[in-house]
């Protein structure tokens, strides 16, 4: 097993000469709007997955798919002149799917910001059910146990037990 920091190193490296290899080497019309966005390298550092955007629409996504397909053995072999190993990965290319999550993402911030304005528009005119602070006060707080320390002195028990009179 290889250890998983040379894996990093070699994975970024790869992505590195790839994408330096699309820009000088590959001369494919299909492929300019392509951008390598990551790579990832299996433990034994045999197969190597390499992440890809395509800037434009279904189109284009397809054509690059298919133009990456053809430059693979090229690419393959620039990666084994310029990192050295002994065996040279594999190259497999997987279109990213980031900034589609991206857009996804956005897209539901959107509606729940929608949804909080709709509910903020309904609450404006809304009045409370109970009292405006249903929340007890300080002041409240000490006018409550004065009261109760009052109602304590009242009580018939406690006046009962005090006048009656005690045995010596």
């Known amino acids: 097993m290889a250890d998983t920091a040379r894996a990093r190193r070699l994975a970024k490296r790869i992505a590195q000469i790839v994408a330096s290899g699309l820009e000088h080497e590959i001369k494919d019309p299909r492929l300019t709007m392509v951008t390598i966005t990551d790579a990832r390298l299996t433990a034994d550092l045999r197969d190597a997955t390499v992440y890809y955007t395509v800037f434009g629409d279904d189109v284009d996504v397809s054509a690059a798919a298919a133009a990456l397909n053809s430059a693979t053995g090229t690419l393959r072999s620039r990666v084994g002149r310029e990192t050295g190993v002994r065996f040279t990965p594999t190259l497999t290319f ?3 799917s980031v ?4 857009r996804r993402l956005d897209e539901v911030l959107a509606q ?3 949804a909080d304005a709709e509910v903020a528009r309904l609450a404006s005119d809304a009045v409370p059910a109970g009292e405006v602070d249903p929340y007890r006060k300080a002041d409240s707080a000490d006018d409550s146990d004065e009261s109760s320390g009052q109602q304590s002195s009242e009580d018939p028990s406690e006046n009962e037990e005090d006048s009656r009179p005690q045995e010596a």
């Open 99 to 102: 900034p589609a999550n991206a």
């Open 94 to 96: 997987v279109a990213d």
């Open 112 to 114: 729940a910001r929608e």
